[in-house]
Every structure is written in structure tokens, then in C-alpha cells.
T-cell receptor, first 114, second 115 residues
Framework: AQSVTQPDIHITVSEGASLELRCNYS??????LFWYVQSPGQGLQLLLK??????LVQGIKGFEAEFKRSQSSFNLRKPSVHWSDAAEYFC????????????FGTGTKLQVIP | EAGVTQFPSHSVIEKGQTVTLRCDPI?????LYWYRRVMGKEIKFLLH????????ESGMPNNRFLAERTGGTYSTLKVQPAELEDSGVYFC?????????????FGPGTRLTVT
């Protein structure tokens, strides 16, 4: 069965600083990988996804993520954080073979300070 | 296009009572999913409907939980009787196409508090 680990429960960065949120997954084959964001009072919104091909994927709101098979990682990055990026971020993995449910990590809460 | 809506946004009930959560998916989305997040833990899959049929209900915790999707439109999730450990945020999501590859659109969630 697949699993996802987000080792950082809470991260604080200054506005304008760069950001990297870590995600490690466990799955036997090539996974489908996702990053979702949840702002207060909102549902989860898909930031980006990886299925195959180029291992660096671009998403909305200036986010990108890089799939590294050798490290089983799919870290999320943003070069310059804005105050509006304060939210909770979830990494998720889906199996590429047949129908499988999507498995989420425990989330990372991002706080942005002026 | 309206997004996924959930009702109520927040429910506080006593242990032993019954609560019914409702989810209206995006129009035309045959796939409807229920998830739950308990107190800062991961978001866990509960079940998946394709139209009115249950495709996968492997995540349902026990038989106190009953999900329905009559007519293949909106869905309800009933908890009867509720226990303290049922507290959490219940998310609903929908997608047009079946499969883990396809984006699921999430509702804002229902926060359930059992006292």
C-alpha cells in the first residue's frame, strides 16, 4: 500500500523568502503525485500534479515540485513567498496501476511573517 | 460552475446522537469521494461512489457510518450513534473521470464535534 510522509508539521518563513516543503512517498511503481493547499475555511485546491515525463512540474500560484525517484521525494518549492501563501499544504500519492484511492500526508502548516 | 458544497459547515452533537452530513458534487461529476481528517492527522479516504454505486468503501471505519448517493447526485454520510472518536473534518470531493490520475475537487468540509 502507498503512504506519504510530510516530516514538517509547521514551518514559518518570512515574506519574500524561499520555501521548500518536504514530501516522501512509498509506492512500488511510478506513482501519481499531488500537492494540495487548504486555506482557512476553504476546501483543498490542487496546486500541481506529476504523472510522468519531466520531473520538474509547474503549478499554480508560482509553485513547483520536483519528483526524485531515487529519493522517493516530491518536494514543493516557491522562490518568494507571499503572505497569502499562509495555509496548510498536503502531499498525496495515487497508484498508477488500475483504480486506487489517493493517500494523503499529514499536512504542513505554513506561517508567513512580515 | 459551482464547486463542491457541503452542509453543514459545522456540527456539534452529543455522544450517542445521530448526524447526517450532505455533499453536493459538481454537476456532471459521476465520482464522489468522502474523506475524514481527525485532529491534525492525515486526510483518510472513507469511500468512493461512481454514480449511485459504491466503488470502494474500504475506508469506512465501522458500521456506524452509512453513506448513500441515491440517484447519483448528492450524497449523505450518516453517523449513528456518534462516538467521541468520530470528531474531525469530513471532506467530500468529486471528479468527472474515475481513477487516481484525475483531479478531485474538494468541498470546504464539515467539522464534526462529538461531545
Amino acid at each position: 500500500a502507498q503512504s506519504v510522509t510530510q516530516p514538517d508539521i509547521h514551518i514559518t518563513v518570512s515574506e519574500g523568502a524561499s520555501l521548500e516543503l518536504r514530501c516522501n512517498y512509498s509506492y512500488g511503481a511510478t506513482p501519481y503525485l499531488f500537492w494540495y493547499v487548504q486555506s482557512p475555511g476553504q476546501g483543498l485546491q490542487l496546486l500541481l500534479k506529476y504523472f510522468s515525463g519531466d520531473t520538474l512540474v509547474q503549478g499554480i500560484k508560482g509553485f513547483e515540485a520536483e519528483f526524485k525517484r531515487s529519493q522517493s521525494s516530491f518536494n514543493l518549492r516557491k522562490p518568494s513567498v507571499h503572505w497569502s501563501d499562509a495555509a496548510e499544504y498536503f502531499c498525496a500519492v495515487g497508484a498508477s496501476g488500475g483504480y486506487q484511492k489517493v493517500t494523503f500526508g499529514t499536512g504542513t502548516k505554513l506561517q508567513v511573517i512580515p | 460552475e459551482a464547486g463542491v458544497t457541503q452542509f453543514p459547515s459545522h456540527s456539534v452533537i452529543e455522544k450517542g446522537q445521530t448526524v447526517t452530513l450532505r455533499c453536493d458534487p459538481i454537476s456532471g461529476h459521476d465520482n464522489l469521494y468522502w474523506y475524514r481528517r481527525v485532529m491534525g492527522k492525515e486526510i483518510k479516504f472513507l469511500l468512493h461512489f461512481v454514480k449511485e454505486s459504491k466503488q470502494d468503501e474500504s475506508g469506512m471505519p465501522n458500521n456506524r457510518f452509512l453513506a448513500e448517493r441515491t440517484g447519483g447526485t448528492y450524497s449523505t454520510l450518516k453517523v449513528q450513534p456518534a462516538e467521541l472518536e468520530d470528531s474531525g473534518v469530513y471532506f467530500c470531493a468529486s471528479s468527472r473521470v474515475t481513477g487516481a490520475k484525475y483531479e478531485q475537487y474538494f468541498g470546504p468540509g464539515t467539522r464534526l464535534t462529538v461531545t
